[in-house]
C-alpha cells in the first residue's frame, strides 16, 4: 500500500501537467505503456539478458502481442497512435481545421452556429465529440480559451488544441528535464540506501509575506553564490580528469537546488450560483 500511495502523490502534479497539455487519460496510459515497455526491455539488454517479451508481460500484465508491438513501433507510429487517442475536445478542435464542411473556401475555420440546420457546432460534436453533449464540449472549449462566443448563436475557433497557454513555451521541456532528475535522484535514494543523492526538504509555515521575501532573497543570494563555486568544482575536476586520466569511467555530477512558497488557502464551501444555466436549445433553435 505505500507504494500505491506514493504513486497516487507522484502522479497528481504529473496528471495536472498531461490535463493542461490538452493529453486525455488514454493518451497518458498509452505513454506509461510505451515508457515501461522501452524500460524494461532497455534493463535486460542492459544487465546482459536476451530480450524477452514474456518477461515483460509478466512484470507488467500487459499482452504479449502489444508488448511486441510497443517495441517495433517508430518514433512517428507512437506518435500517430497518441494522436488517435486525443480527449473529445481536442478531435473537434482537429475536425473543425482539416474538415472541409467546416472550413472556409480559403481553407481556415469558419465561424459556426451552435445549434441548427446544415453545418453547425451541434453537427461537430455529434460527428467527432465520442457521443458528449454539445453544451459539455462547448462550456470546456470557452473555458479553455480555444473557441469563443461571437453571437448569440455562433462561436468562432481560437485555437487549434485545448492547450494551457503557459505550456506551449519551451520551458515544457525544462519542467520534463528537471523533474527526470529530481525523481530519479530519489528513486535512488530508496533503492540504495547509502547512495550519494542527497535531497532535503524542510517545510514550515511563515506568518508574514515581508518574512517570505526576506527568505526568497536570502535563498536566491545563497543559490547564486553556490551555482558558480558548483559550476568551478566540476570545471576543475574534469581538467584535472583529462591531465591524470588513470582510464576510470568518472562519475557524473549534478547539482539542484529547489525552492517553493504559496500562501496556505483555507477551503470555503462554494455558494451556490444564483444565476441560471441557459438552455441553448430553447434560445437557439
Partial sequence: MGAVNALYKVLAPIADFALDAGLSVREIKSIFQITSVKLLADRQIKQGQRRSISAISARTGISRNEISRIIKMTALM??????????????????????????????????LKIFGEGVSFNLLVKKYGRGLPT??????????GSIEIIKKNTVRLKAEAAVNDALKSNIVGEFGERSADLLAAMLSNIRS???????????????????????????????????????????????????????????????????????????????????????????FS
Avoid: M
Fill in 78 to 111: 507512437r506518435l500517430q497512435a497518441l494522436e488517435r487517442a486525443h480527449p473529445p475536445t481536442n478531435r473537434v478542435l482537429s475536425a473543425w481545421c482539416s474538415i472541409s464542411e467546416f472550413v472556409k473556401a480559403d481553407g481556415q475555420p469558419a465561424d
Fill in 193 to 283: 540506501f547509502g547512495g550519494h543523492r542527497f535531497i532535503f526538504k524542510i517545510k514550515g509555515t511563515v506568518a508574514s509575506e515581508r518574512a517570505v521575501a526576506a527568505i526568497r532573497r536570502e535563498i536566491s543570494s545563497r543559490t547564486h553564490q553556490l551555482s558558480p563555486v558548483s559550476y568551478g568544482w566540476v570545471s576543475q575536476n574534469n581538467a584535472r580528469r583529462h591531465q591524470y586520466n588513470s582510464g576510470g569511467k568518472g562519475h557524473t555530477v549534478s547539482v539542484t537546488v529547489i525552492y517553493s512558497d504559496q500562501p496556505n488557502i483555507v477551503a470555503r464551501k462554494p455558494k451556490k450560483s444564483s444565476v441560471r444555466r441557459r438552455n441553448l436549445h430553447r434560445n
Fill in 135 to 144: 453544451r459539455a464540449i462547448l462550456d470546456e472549449l470557452v473555458r479553455a
